[in-house]
């Protein structure tokens, strides 16, 4: 069945990195936009980043990204292994919540609603 | 874009329709005719699952006691006879510009 599983999630002090993992299994992974979105304990959701199906656009919010400078978290894909990463460094308290990876609906596109989401990875930045 | 649900929190007698809003600061409305206002719904320790996909489509899977509606700004998720199995908080989310917005949320207890 289509599935997506997170992983790498961890307790963290703040400034520190993580690279979170998304197993995809089930559908044509390069085929489709895959998105994560993050929620804080008893919070909304907050969508993070986006990547197109072939890696080539990546977008984040803007509390992640860098104007003139890399920004804190990056996204990539490897399509041969069906998995999605997230990168986070300089890591904040702000930034604790569970994440979570889905699945954009339409093929080759991008923004068409999330049909397909993982059960979510945990990251906690405490000192 | 900024959305608005309401209300936050709502309850209500199983059979009984219920009704949540989502109003956005601009309009949803893109160029290609479409418009991009989705609805999920999170139950309690679950990711959220799709309902509704621009703002009418049920997904696949998902009873027809759910329905949606609206234009432009203001947009509403009814749900016909709602039942014990529909508890959870309900999002609405706008795609039509980056950053991807949701709304606040709605609690939906019976």
């Known amino acids: 069945q289509v599935q997506l599983v997170e992983s790498g999630g961890g307790v963290v002090q703040p400034g520190r990195s993580l690279r979170l993992s998304c197993a995809a299994s089930?559908?044509?992974?390069?085929?489709?936009?895959i998105h994560w979105v993050r929620q804080a304990p008893g919070k909304g959701l907050e969508w993070v980043s986006v990547?197109?199906?072939?890696?080539?656009?990546?977008?984040?919010?803007?509390?992640v990204k860098g104007r003139f400078v890399k920004g804190r978290f990056t996204i990539s894909r490897d399509n041969s292994k069906n998995t999605l990463y997230l990168q986070v460094d300089s890591l904040k308290p702000e930034d604790t919540a569970v994440y979570y990876c889905?699945?954009?609906?339409?093929?080759?596109?991008?923004?068409?609603?999330?049909?397909?989401w993982g059960q979510g990875t945990t990251v906690t930045v405490s000192s | 874009i900024v959305l608005a649900q309401t209300p936050l929190s709502l309850s209500v007698t199983p059979g009984q329709p219920a009704s949540i809003s989502c109003k956005s600061s601009?309009?949803?409305?893109?160029?290609?005719?479409?418009?991009?206002l989705y609805w999920y719904l999170q139950k309690s320790g679950q990711p959220p699952q799709l309902l509704i996909n621009?703002?009418?489509n049920r997904f696949s899977g998902v009873p027809d006691r759910f329905s949606g509606s609206g234009s432009g700004t203001d947009f509403t998720l009814k749900i016909s006879r709602v039942e014990a199995a529909d508890v959870g908080v309900y999002f609405c989310?706008?795609?039509?510009?980056?950053?991807?917005?949701f709304g606040q949320g709605t609690k939906l207890e019976i």
């Open positions: 889905a699945k954009d609906r339409e093929p080759l596109g991008i923004g068409y609603g999330m049909d397909v």
């Open positions: 089930g559908f044509t992974f390069s085929h489709f936009a």
């Open positions: 990547i197109s199906y072939d890696g080539n656009n990546k977008y984040y919010i803007d509390s």
């Open positions: 601009q309009g949803l409305l893109h160029s290609d005719g479409k418009t991009y």
């Open positions: 621009e703002v009418s």
């Open positions: 989310m706008q795609t039509l510009l980056l950053p991807y917005t």
